[in-house]
């Protein structure tokens, strides 16, 4: 069976957090997920630090300046494979745990084709383009383990289920309460005549408790552009953005009871597989102006991305007692939430400087308002989504991201480096660690006639915090991952 429902805010796992109207704060955590990104493309684009909004001339730019294509007088196809090794470390009540994993992925796919404009007076060429450009990679792996008396997600789901009779339990919530009272995670209080629950684990209960992530998906865009160049001084562009989610999440909640002797429960395990889906456009218009030969100037504008996100979850619970008994129950239904997510609009200036045939140096200031973001319910199915947007407006706030790029060039061959900070999306009031980005590249190139190959390496940094479920009495888990991606790119104009 398959429910759209309302969940409730104390039982929020992971990703599952952002899918109903909760004053959670993980609700923002989810939705920052996909509404944040960082820079993908070419080896040059990255190798550059993602700063080219002024001088264009790259696949790459469609995303951010689709000015930067008129910059193009061939035609040109290029490709861009990239492997990614990845590493992060956990703290959580004191112990650390560290992982790594890899991937291959395709960083960049362009096609751009440059006409020439005869008898049009100052206008010189047209171009149009396609590329395909990766936003953020949501590949990561996270071990979080630690022992605490803060408190079990078996006394969160046993508050949540008072007042409610037993016999709608399934109804009411099959994803947690009804697996855990029909595994004895919970039972009725015989102190009382209401229907009140207790959980197996006592209040203050010292427990080992692990969380094993799995994240598996990406946010890519496939950019459809348009660019025209006048007199070689003014490049205007315009762009359609066709935005894709790919997120998949499985993860094994570990609960084991230390205090042997005040409960029969040995531990429990509950596993919840979570599936999202999206979609969505943005339109992008953009300007380059060289003001000289030396000095350009670049702005762009891009509008909020409307994406329409599809949700699935399971959960299943597991309990294991001292008799040696143990009980599995899964949820009573496939949970299934559609519903729509708007990501704020994105502001862009960047000034260039090009040193004749020996050097670019660029320099981009992109605005974001994160607190814009917005969920929108899906009509057949409404949800009331007007908590979880206020805790938006409330946790995430704006930024100014900066990207810089330098570029030398001698006899074909083309050395880069580039430095990118993304600050923290989170009002300080509202998390524990910083969760600002910082990102450093650099790469080669080569170019003889029409064919050229370049490599970068970009490696990216940044922090989290990390909650099982939600709760005011437990630390945040201290995350930190670390992706250094090698990308390739083979070009060739015509």
């Known amino acids: 069976m398959r429910l759209n429902r309302k969940m409730k805010s104390l039982v929020f796992f992971g990703a599952l957090l952002m899918l109903g109207p909760s004053a959670s704060a993980q609700n923002e955590t989810d939705v920052a997920r996909f509404i944040s990104t960082d820079f993908g493309g070419t080896a040059r684009f990255n190798g550059m630090g993602g700063a080219m909004g002024a001088l264009g001339g790259d696949a790459s730019t469609l995303m951010y300046n689709p000015a930067g294509m008129g910059v193009y007088r061939s035609s040109e196809f290029s490709i861009s494979p990239t492997f990614v090794p990845m590493s992060s470390s956990t703290s959580f009540y004191g112990s650390d745990t560290r992982q790594g994993d890899f991937n291959v992925n395709l960083n960049n796919f362009g096609y751009i084709r440059a006409t020439e ?11 149009f383009g396609l590329s395909y450009i990766p936003l953020k990679n949501l590949n990561t792996n996270h071990t979080i383990q630690g022992r605490h008396r803060d408190g079990s997600l078996s006394q969160e789901i046993a508050s949540d289920a008072m007042g409610l009779d037993p016999n709608n339990f399934e109804s009411n919530d099959p994803f947690f309460i009804f697996p855990a009272y029909q595994t004895y995670l919970i039972d009725p209080d015989t102190n009382t005549t209401a229907f009140d629950y207790i959980s197996a684990i006592p209040v203050g209960t010292l427990i080992e408790q692990k969380t094993v992530l799995n994240r598996r998906g990406r946010i890519g865009e496939t950019v459809f552009a348009a660019s025209c160049n006048y007199n070689d001084k003014l490049y205007l562009g315009a762009a359609l953005g066709y935005n894709k989610v790919v997120y998949d999440e499985f993860m094994d909640y570990q609960e084991l009871v230390v205090d042997t002797g005040v409960t029969d429960l040995k531990g429990f395990t509950m596993v919840q597989d979570v599936e999202v889906r999206g979609s969505g456009i943005d339109l992008k218009v953009g300007a380059i102006y060289k003001v000289t030969d030396m000095l350009r100037l670049g702005a762009s504008y891009t509008s909020p991305t409307w994406n329409y996100m599809t949700t699935s979850w399971n959960t299943s619970i597991t309990t294991g007692f001292n008799d040696g008994s143990s009980y599995t129950q899964s949820a009573a239904a496939i949970g299934a939430n559609d519903y729509y997510m708007t990501a704020p609009s994105r502001l862009m200036g960047s000034i260039a400087l090009v040193l004749g045939k020996h050097a670019l140096l660029d320099i981009d200031y992109e605005f974001v308002d994160y ?29 100014g991201n900066i990207r810089t790029g330098l570029e030398i060039r001698h006899q074909g061959w083309s050395l880069r480096g580039g430095y990118a900070v993304y600050p923290d999306p989170y009002r300080p ?14 790469g080669l190139g080569f170019k003889k006639e029409q064919v050229s190959i370049d490599m970068a390496i970009k490696n990216t940094s940044y922090g989290s915090d990390y909650f099982a479920y939600a709760s005011d009495g437990m630390q945040a888990a201290q995350v930190d991952e670390r992706q250094t991606a090698i990308i390739m790119t083979f070009g060739l104009r015509f």
């Open 117 to 127: 404009l005869k008898d049009k007076g100052q206008w010189k060429m047209v171009q």
């Open 371 to 399: 607190s814009g973001a917005k969920l929108r319910s899906f009509e057949p199915n409404p949800i009331d989504f007007s908590a979880a947007n206020s805790e938006i407006q409330n946790s995430l706030v704006s930024v």
């Open 429 to 442: 009031e509202s998390k524990t660690n910083d969760a600002s980005k910082n990102i450093i590249s650099a």
